[in-house]
């Protein structure tokens, strides 16, 4: 069984920074794409960021920049940095891991995804 577990996220003035993790743990063989999404009230889940299992990054326009993805493979870990916040910036962030179990299955996991708000 495997599990995606967040941290991180609350409440944050605009123009200030918070950093959020997503650890995976279980009956994992290997972890391919780490990466967060954000669902806004209203709106469609879009990418924020993924990083491959070397050093590859894809960004949203939308926070290149000012936010950064980073990954321990070690500890199955996924960071996002996210600076320069914008109340835009609000939303639900979800991590998402693509997994083969010890069993040689492989599917997308999902964490329960961290509130970001974004307010004064």
């Known amino acids: 069984q495997v599990q995606v577990v967040e941290s991180g996220g609350g409440l944050v003035q605009p123009g200030g920074s918070l950093r959020l993790s997503c650890a995976a743990s279980?009956?994992?063989?290997?972890?391919?794409?780490m990466g967060w999404y954000r669902q806004a009230p209203g709106k469609q889940r879009e990418l924020v960021a993924n990083?491959?299992?070397?050093?590859?990054?894809n960004y949203a326009d939308s926070v290149k920049g000012r936010f950064t993805i980073s990954r321990d493979n070690s500890k199955n870990t996924v960071y996002l940095q996210m600076n320069s916040l914008k109340p835009r910036a609000t939303a639900v962030y979800s991590c998402?891991?693509?997994?083969?179990?010890?069993?040689?299955?492989?599917?997308?996991?999902w964490g329960q995804g961290p509130q970001v708000t974004v307010s004064s």
């Open positions: 998402n891991a693509d997994i083969r179990t010890i069993a040689w299955a492989r599917r997308d996991y």
């Open positions: 279980g009956s994992i063989r290997s972890i391919y794409v």
């Open positions: 990083i491959v299992s070397g050093t590859s990054t």
